[in-house]
């Protein structure tokens, strides 16, 4: 019996628990101090109100005999499928329903997405990164290349005729940069793939806090996108799913490699290692894209971009340099005086009892930066950004 050695090529991801050692040691020695976390990279408000009832009838259904429900379909329940085309029609999208997988959660997707291609294809991975995307590569063993985003791109690299990849994964809204590319820009990457039959894994996970109706939230919405991209989405950040899990997955039939379709290999796939979403679940989701649920679910994301705006009108008046905050829950901010990444984090602790994310957990490029999400509560942060404008 050998093990996976590619796991040996893992490094540590020693982030959250360094952090939870710091915050730890600074509670035990100073237990009067109120800390305020802005590091969350998850939701704090509950489930909409159309949710809950959907997923309370489902229950319902579950425990009588005539409504009861066993294995679900491989691909999600159609009423879903349905749904989600018609939540793609509203960004002018046009799917088959069989083009939609519902998935429990986009991490599990961009993982196992990988089953379908050959280990022997150059991964380009954006650098800093989601850590997921670079994780899942090392233990299958793939060659990864990164790409540089850096303040002097905004943090949205784009390729040219030099870059090389086979598979590339985009992230917009980005995690942790909040960066959002535009359509020209997505542009750019589709017909750099189109050019070399590369697939782009494209993570719309945050799509739901694009405010600038001219930004793409799907890169379908690109011209000669669903030839070379798969489209992996979550209600984890649209509609507070984090613990309920549901997400979704876009394989289009015009995705073609080698005389295969990506979507039947995805479906073979998904037939032998998934058994689908709960029906409760399922339901729940489908409630989201319901008119009343999605006005709840914007509700919730407008709270967090209230969020967001308190915490980038801080940083603007004290001339901090940032990225994201406008079209995203995240905001990517250069840590002042040439601080690294974790001084600022000791920093901040230890000066505003502020705890947010070093930048430098999310690849080379991160050092320097920091990253702080809106997802807390709204009176904790308008405290926090007074602590930090008052100096
Ligand atoms: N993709 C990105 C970029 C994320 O930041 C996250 C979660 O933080 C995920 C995917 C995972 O989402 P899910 O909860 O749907 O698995």
Redesign the pocket.
């Known amino acids: 019996m050998k093990i996976n050695g590619n796991f040996m090529n893992l490094k540590d991801s020693y982030l959250f628990a360094l952090i939870d050692k710091k915050v730890s040691e600074y509670r035990e020695s100073n237990p009067d101090k109120e800390l305020i976390r802005l590091g969350i990279?998850d939701v704090t408000l509950p489930l909409a109100p159309a949710v809950i009832e959907a997923m309370q009838k489902a229950v319902a259904e579950m425990g009588n005999a005539e409504t009861f429900k066993g294995y679900g379909e491989y691909q999600g329940y159609a009423f879903l499928r349905r749904a989600v085309c018609g939540y793609y029609e509203e960004k002018g999208v046009s799917l088959d329903e069989n083009e939609v997988f519902i998935s429990d959660?986009?991490?599990?997707d961009?993982s196992n997405i990988l089953d379908i291609f050959d280990t022997d294809n150059t991964v380009l991975v954006p650098d800093p990164v989601?850590p997921v995307y670079v994780d899942t590569n090392v233990m299958a063993g793939r060659r990864i290349n990164f790409i540089n985003g850096n303040e002097d791109n905004n943090f949205l690299p784009l390729p040219d005729n030099s870059t090389e990849g086979d598979i590339v994964y985009i992230?917009s809204p980005n995690?942790p940069t909040g960066a959002v590319y535009t359509k020209e820009q997505l542009k750019i990457w589709v017909d750099w793939a189109l050019e070399r039959d590369a697939v782009i894994l494209f993570?719309s996970?945050y799509e739901a806090y694009i405010q600038d109706k001219n930004l793409p939230a799907s890169i379908y919405q690109v011209p000669g996108a669903k030839k070379c991209a798969i489209e992996f989405c979550?209600l984890?950040k649209t509609a507070g799913f984090?613990g309920t899990r549901c997400?979704y997955t876009v394989v289009p039939h015009e995705l073609v490699r080698q005389n295969s379709s990506l979507n039947r290999l995805w479906l073979r796939r998904q037939t032998t290692k998934f058994n689908g979403v709960p029906y409760i679940v399922q339901r729940g989701a489908e409630a989201v894209f319901s008119e009343p649920g999605l006005s709840q679910v914007r509700e919730s994301i407008r709270y967090y971009m209230n969020n967001a705006r308190i915490i980038t009108e801080t940083l603007s008046k004290l001339g901090i340099w940032f990225a994201g905050g406008t079209n995203s829950p995240y905001i990517w901010l250069k840590c002042p005086d040439n601080m690294s990444s974790w001084e600022y984090f000791d920093y901040l602790l230890h000066n505003y009892n502020i705890v947010g994310t070093p930048g430098a957990g999310f690849g080379n490029n991160g050092e320097g930066f920091f990253r702080l999400t809106a997802f807390g509560n709204t009176d904790n942060i308008s405290k926090a950004m007074a602590r930090m404008s008052n100096g």
């Open positions: 990279g959660g986009a991490k599990s961009v989601y992230c995690n993570d996970a979550s984890s984090t997400g």
